[in-house]
């Protein structure tokens, strides 16, 4: 037993000393310099952490020229809603009962004004007449409908409105916005495609193409029958019932 006891403390010793070894021989070998990082390299805002009561956002810059100036920014996208080019001050907010857009872009006096005339879409009611009849039924354009997801064209109201802006479209500020200046806290490396050769200052929206995918029966509807039947949904469906 007090052989084995003088084995066992003889090889802790060697191996305490050959760990002892080997961590001197590190301990001579050139350290790396570990690469630090400062606070203020951290986000977009580059300051540190402590600065919060000085720390601010770059100040946003409106353009400050005068409507009928020119100036026109370039759309972002095919049919993208115009940015404001110009100086807003004193026209918002834009109620129904007064919106000073509509003195420079009304399509009678845009001309004459230097301005963008708001397009036919602007001027076309796209909202079928909606009643119920005596006997609870939904009635649209005088036509009794069964199944209200699953219109026509012909349930469809595309009535023009002598040139003056519908009702749905008097909050311009609600697609249209003015640009700002302000220096991006992000590159923005984005390059529109425009379908139309003069996509980036004329929209597109005129003619057939204000009722392109509104009918969704027919021979012309992109739609189909099983789509009408949820028949492609996750959920399943119910026999001719959504």
Same mark, same amino acid.
């Not at 909050?171 to 980036?200: I, M, R």
């Given at each position: 037993?007090?052989?084995?006891? =003088?084995?066992? $403390?003889?090889?802790?010793?060697?191996?305490?000393?050959?760990?002892?070894?080997?961590?001197? @021989? !590190?301990?001579?070998? /050139?350290?790396? @310099?570990?690469?630090?990082?400062?606070?203020?390299?951290?986000?977009?805002?580059?300051?540190?952490?402590?600065?919060?009561?000085? %720390?601010?956002?770059?100040?946003?810059?409106?353009?400050?020229?005068?409507?009928?100036?020119?100036?026109?920014?370039?759309?972002?996208?095919?049919?993208?809603?115009?940015?404001?080019?110009?100086?807003?001050?004193?026209?918002?907010?834009?109620?129904? %009962?007064?919106?000073?857009?509509?003195?420079?872009?009304? /399509?009678?006096?845009?001309?004459?004004?230097?301005?963008?005339?708001?397009?036919?879409?602007?001027?076309?009611?796209?909202?079928?007449?909606? %009643?119920?009849?005596? !006997?609870?039924?939904?009635?649209?354009?005088?036509?009794?409908?069964?199944?209200?997801?699953?219109?026509?064209? !012909?349930?469809?109201?595309?009535? =023009?409105?002598?040139?003056?802006?519908?009702?749905?479209?008097?909050?311009?500020?609600?697609?249209?916005?003015?640009?700002?200046?302000?220096?991006?806290?992000?590159?923005? %490396?984005?390059?529109?495609?425009?379908?139309?050769?003069?996509?980036?200052?004329?929209?597109?929206?005129?003619?057939?193409?204000?009722?392109?995918?509104?009918?969704?029966?027919?021979?012309?509807?992109?739609?189909?029958?099983?789509?009408?039947?949820?028949?492609?949904? @996750?959920?399943?469906? $119910?026999?001719?019932?959504?």
């Amino acid at each position: 037993m007090k052989t084995i006891s =003088k084995i066992t $403390l003889g090889i802790t010793v060697a191996s305490a000393i050959f760990i002892s070894g080997c961590n001197s @021989a !590190d301990a001579t070998k /050139p350290q790396m @310099a570990k690469a630090s990082i400062s606070e203020e390299s951290l986000g977009l805002r580059k300051t540190d952490i402590y600065t919060e009561d000085t %720390t601010t956002g770059d100040k946003t810059m409106y353009g400050t020229g005068y409507a009928g100036s020119g100036y026109k920014i370039e759309r972002a996208f095919q049919d993208a809603p115009p940015m404001i080019p110009h100086d807003t001050e004193g026209m918002l907010p834009i109620t129904i %009962t007064n919106n000073q857009c509509t003195s420079c872009h009304a /399509p009678e006096v845009a001309a004459s004004m230097g301005a963008l005339p708001y397009p036919v879409s602007h001027i076309t009611d796209f909202r079928p007449m909606t %009643t119920l009849n005596n !006997d609870g039924k939904i009635v649209k354009n005088g036509k009794k409908i069964e199944n209200t997801s699953s219109d026509t064209l !012909d349930h469809v109201t595309t009535k =023009k409105s002598d040139g003056k802006l519908i009702g749905a479209r008097f909050n311009c500020t609600q697609c249209h916005a003015p640009q700002s200046t302000g220096k991006l806290a992000v590159e923005n %490396t984005f390059e529109a495609v425009y379908s139309d050769k003069d996509g980036a200052s004329k929209s597109s929206w005129s003619g057939t193409r204000l009722t392109d995918a509104l009918e969704t029966n027919g021979k012309n509807s992109t739609i189909t029958e099983a789509d009408h039947k949820n028949e492609h949904s @996750a959920a399943g469906y $119910l026999d001719n019932k959504h």
